[in-house]
Nanobody
Framework: QVQLQESGPGLVKPSQTLSLTCTVSGGSMSTDYYYWSWIRQPPGKGLEWMGAITDSGSIYYGPSLKSRTLISRDTSKNQFTLQLSSVTPEDTAVYYC?????????????????WGQGTQVTVSS
């Protein structure tokens, strides 16, 4: 069974870059054709898809955060990473990594078949 686990700092200062890593086990990111996504959920709000990377290394970004988001991967470690630059308190959220077989059409967990437990990131000085 595929498992995803997010890791990274829980507190980031404003204007800094948020960096998170998703470690995938039970499946290969480089041989299985899926979209490996980053998603976030601010307090009291719905899911927001941030972007995804595929087995071939193609990268797709959501429109609202595209200018501040960078997604990459390390196939040797079966990990993919998220960097979000110039963060503000509005970037405070639970961040998730997830796997899907298509780019998400909406903002529902039904778009994904596996996802991590999520990691709380707070932006505060």
């Amino acid at each position: 069974q595929v498992q995803l686990q997010e890791s990274g700092p829980g507190l980031v200062k404003p204007s800094q870059t948020l960096s998170l890593t998703c470690t995938v086990s039970g499946g290969s990111m480089s041989t299985d054709y899926y979209y490996w996504s980053w998603i976030r959920q601010p307090p009291g709000k719905g899911l927001e898809w941030m972007g995804a990377i595929t087995d071939s290394g193609s990268i797709y970004y959501g429109p609202s955060l595209k200018s501040r988001t960078l997604i990459s991967r390390d196939t040797s470690k079966n990990q993919f990473t998220l960097q979000l630059s110039s963060v503000t308190p509005e970037d405070t959220a639970v961040y998730y990594c997830a796997r899907g077989d298509h780019l998400p059409y909406g903002s529902s967990w039904s778009e994904y078949d596996y996802w991590g437990q999520g990691t709380q990131v707070t932006v505060s000085s």
